[in-house]
């Protein structure tokens, strides 16, 4: 069976970066000290279990599938400028609803995105509003609320951010564009991938601890757009890097691995195709090292570039693509999981089931696969 050491919609158990799953699990592929090569691994194989389910009743944007230890796993949408937890029946559904952020936690903000996680025995939930408002809230298993704080990103946008468990606490990553009024991050180098995410940390009450900026301005390589997710390890973060967020231009997908304190160790190409935009890379972390990561990919032709200020959003909706990026962080299998109409995928384990969602031109919707290696 597969375990869960980290996912980058939903991560471990109450002591945050792990779940108790695999407390004691060793990885393979790594050396044990005894200078014996390490045991090949086999494929790791995905079963259908489930095709695409929608919600009941319909829900537009923003679906994660949060594993708390519960009979049922907890879902999150945004819908009515809303953020609406509750308990999902994940064979019809069909999901309970409470709201749990609104406008009103935003300054009276559209509200434009939100990310959820389970750490600490606590929901934590970042959301976004419309420009450069953002608050974190928490909340306990009855997801009712027990507090919140508001994160002054500066001036900067807010939206397509991530959040992620830590040892102790949480963070939460904040665009960065680069430049002149880019947080502290360095000016853009030449072509695309400038700026990168403001970390915010905190602790279990919610309490700031500080902030650490990654992307270019700890070198070019490093520069990465929104739309990027991270991974908790035992020695650091994985962050799933969008080279850009823009869907008319080509840009690639990137793994940075960072230590604990989110400095950068080295960066690594999972996806790069001409004429293809990879982005919002959502994975989870295997008990063998693996990495199983879903991405949204979009041919650049097929979008045209964004109007002036004020015109209607453009539909940078794509393809669905499932890569598994083994040990050496090499990918070692791609498979596309849908053609078009798919957009903020997410990814988690329950168990050995491997729970995709996303939304598009149907809604919010989840597929399930049972997954071995």
Request: proline share 7%; glycine share 16%; charged share 25%.
């Amino acid at each position: 069976m597969a375990a869960l050491i980290g996912a980058a919609c939903s991560s471990g158990d109450g002591d945050g970066a792990r779940s108790s799953s695999d407390s004691s699990a060793a990885k393979q592929g790594a050396d044990s000290g005894g200078g014996e090569a390490p045991t090949p691994l086999g494929p790791v194989t995905f079963t259908d279990e489930q095709e695409a389910t929608s919600l009941t009743p319909p829900a537009p944007l923003w679906l994660f599938v949060i594993d708390d230890g519960g009979e049922q796993p907890v879902a999150s949408i945004e819908d009515g400028n809303q953020v609406i937890a509750g308990r999902l029946d994940l064979d019809t559904g069909e999901m309970d609803r409470k709201v749990v952020v609104d406008s009103s936690d935003l300054g009276g903000k559209r509200l434009a995105d939100h990310w959820h996680v389970f750490a600490h025995d606590r929901h934590w939930i970042v959301a976004a509003g419309e420009g450069t408002a953002s608050v974190l809230v928490w909340l306990d298993r009855d997801l009712d609320r027990v507090g919140s704080v508001e994160i002054d990103h500066g001036g900067d946008p807010t939206n397509d951010m991530f959040l992620v468990a830590e040892p102790d606490g949480v963070a939460v990553g904040l665009f960065t564009p680069g430049g002149e009024g880019g947080g502290g991050s360095a000016p853009p180098p030449p072509g695309r991938g400038g700026g990168g995410n403001r970390i915010y940390r905190f602790d279990t009450e919610g309490r700031p601890r500080g902030t650490v900026d990654i992307g270019s301005t700890n070198g070019a390589e490093f520069g990465h757009s929104n739309g990027s997710s991270a991974i908790p390890t035992d020695d650091g973060f994985l962050v799933l890097a969008s080279e850009t967020l823009a869907a008319h231009e080509e840009g690639t997908l990137k793994l940075i691995e960072t230590d604990p304190d989110w400095t950068p160790r080295r960066v690594i190409i999972l996806a790069e195709d001409a004429g293809v935009n990879y982005a919002m890379g959502s994975g989870v972390l295997l008990e063998d090292g693996r990495l199983v990561v879903n991405a949204r990919r979009v041919e650049t032709a097929s979008v045209p570039p964004p109007g002036p200020p004020g015109s209607p959003l453009q539909d940078d909706s794509g393809g669905l693509v499932r890569l598994v990026v083994d040990t050496d962080r090499s990918v070692v299998a791609e498979e596309v999981l849908a053609v078009d109409g798919v957009n903020r995928p997410h990814t988690v384990l329950l168990g050995d089931l491997l729970i995709t969602s996303w939304d598009g031109g149907g809604g919010a919707q989840y597929r399930i696969d049972r997954i071995s290696a």
